[in-house]
C-alpha cells in the first residue's frame, strides 16, 4: 500500500523528517523563505497532510483548493491561522502544540519583563556605542520587579506559569484577568487574585499579555487602555501580534505615557511599525519566545506525533476540532 502524502512547510529538524519519512511520502520545503500562497496551494494537492509553523494560512478558500487535506499541524500552541470553523465544515483535523512550550515561553516572558525593566538591551546600545564615559545617579535607573505588581491579561497555562515566577521567585503582588476566572486552588497554586481589565490596567507594575489572538482580542491594548496604565508602567507582549496597537504603543513609548515595554511579536511581524525602531524604551526580539532547542524539537515532534496519530492510526494525540474525528 503507498503511504499518505504530506507537506512540511519549513524547514525543520532533519530527525524530525526522518520519522515523518517512515510513514509518508513527504515533501519538504528546503529553503529559507516560506512558500507564497500560489505555490503553497500547488503543493498542497494530493497531499493528505500539512506540518504548518503558525506561518501558514488554513482558511475556506485553501480548503476549497486542497481537496485531498485531511490534517493541518501546527508547530506552535497559538493557531489563529487556522480557521477553525472552515476546518470543521470541511472535515479537516486541526492540530496544535500545548504544554510542551509552556514553562520555556513563561521564561522567556520573564526574561523580557526583567531586560525591560532593568532597561537591559537600551544600556548595552549604550555601552557598544562607545557612550559610556562617566557614573550619574540616574544612569539606566529602571524599574523594580522584586515585590511590585504583576498584571497578567490572559490566564492560560503560560500566563499560570508567569504568575508562579513572579509570585514565588520575586515575590510579586499577582493580578490577572481572563474570559473566565481560574478555579480557586489554581490561583492559589500561583498565588494571583482575579480582577476587572480596568483595575489590571490601572494597577499593575508589569502587564504581561499572554491571551490567545481572536476577533475579540484584536487591539485588547490600544490608546485608551495604554492611557489607563500607570505612567512608570511597563507592558511585555509574548502573546500575538494584533493584540496591541503597535502604532498607539510606539505614540506611548514616545509621550512615556508608560515607561517601557518588550515585545517579542508584532502586528504584520517579520516587519515592524517602523516608530518601534526609533523609540529607546523598547525591548524587541523576533518572537522567539518558545525558541530553545529542547523545546522546539518537542514542538516539532508533537506536530509530527499529531500527523502520524491521525493519518495512521486515526488517533492524534492534541486535536483541536475533534467534532472531525466523530465524523471520519
Ligand atoms: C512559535 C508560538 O514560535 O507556539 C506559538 O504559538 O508563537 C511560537 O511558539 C511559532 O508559532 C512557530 O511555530
Known amino acids: 500500500m503507498s503511504k499518505p502524502r504530506i507537506l512540511v512547510a519549513r524547514v525543520i529538524f532533519p530527525e524530525v523528517i526522518a520519522k515523518l519519512e517512515q510513514h509518508f511520502e513527504v515533501e519538504h520545503n528546503q529553503a529559507d523563505e516560506a512558500w507564497p500562497r500560489e505555490r503553497l496551494l500547488a503543493k498542497l494537492q494530493g497531499k493528505a497532510g500539512v506540518f504548518t509553523t503558525g506561518g501558514e494560512r488554513i482558511d475556506g478558500e485553501l480548503l476549497a483548493a486542497c481537496p485531498s487535506l485531511k490534517i493541518a499541524a501546527n508547530m506552535a500552541v497559538g493557531f489563529n491561522n487556522f480557521d477553525l470553523p472552515a476546518m470543521t465544515a470541511a472535515g479537516v483535523l486541526g492540530t496544535n502544540t500545548p504544554d510542551v512550550l509552556t514553562e520555556t515561553t513563561a521564561d522567556f516572558g520573564f526574561a523580557l519583563l526583567m531586560a525591560t525593566a532593568r532597561r537591559v538591551t537600551e544600556s548595552e546600545h549604550y555601552l557598544r556605542a562607545g557612550k559610556w564615559q562617566k557614573w550619574a545617579y540616574d544612569m539606566f535607573a529602571g524599574s523594580d520587579v522584586h515585590g511590585s505588581t504583576l498584571g497578567i491579561l490572559g490566564m492560560g497555562r ?32 500561583c498565588k494571583a487574585r482575579y480582577v476587572s481589565k480596568e483595575e489590571l490596567l490601572r494597577t499593575a507594575d508589569h502587564l504581561v499579555l499572554v491571551l490567545p489572538y481572536s476577533a475579540q482580542s484584536h487591539h485588547a491594548i490600544a490608546a485608551a487602555e495604554l492611557a489607563q496604565m500607570k505612567p512608570t508602567a511597563n507592558l511585555i507582549n509574548i502573546a500575538r501580534g494584533g493584540i496591541v496597537d503597535d502604532a498607539a504603543l510606539a505614540q506611548a513609548l514616545r509621550d512615556k505615557r508608560i515607561a517601557a515595554a518588550g515585545l517579542d511579536v508584532y502586528e504584520g511581524e517579520p516587519k515592524l511599525h517602523p516608530d518601534l525602531l526609533t523609540v529607546p524604551n523598547v525591548v524587541l526580539t523576533p518572537h522567539i519566545a518558545s525558541a530553545t532547542v529542547p523545546t522546539r524539537k518537542a514542538m516539532a515532534q508533537l506536530a509530527a506525533d499529531n500527523l502520524i496519530g491521525f493519518l495512521v492510526h486515526g488517533k492524534p494525540l492534541t486535536p483541536l476540532n475533534p467534532d472531525v474525528l466523530q465524523r471520519t
Open 158 to 189: 503560560i500566563g499560570q506559569g508567569i504568575a508562579r515566577r513572579g509570585a514565588h521567585g520575586f515575590g510579586m503582588k499577582v493580578i490577572y484577568h481572563n474570559r473566565s476566572r481560574l478555579p480557586a486552588e489554581q490561583e492559589a497554586a
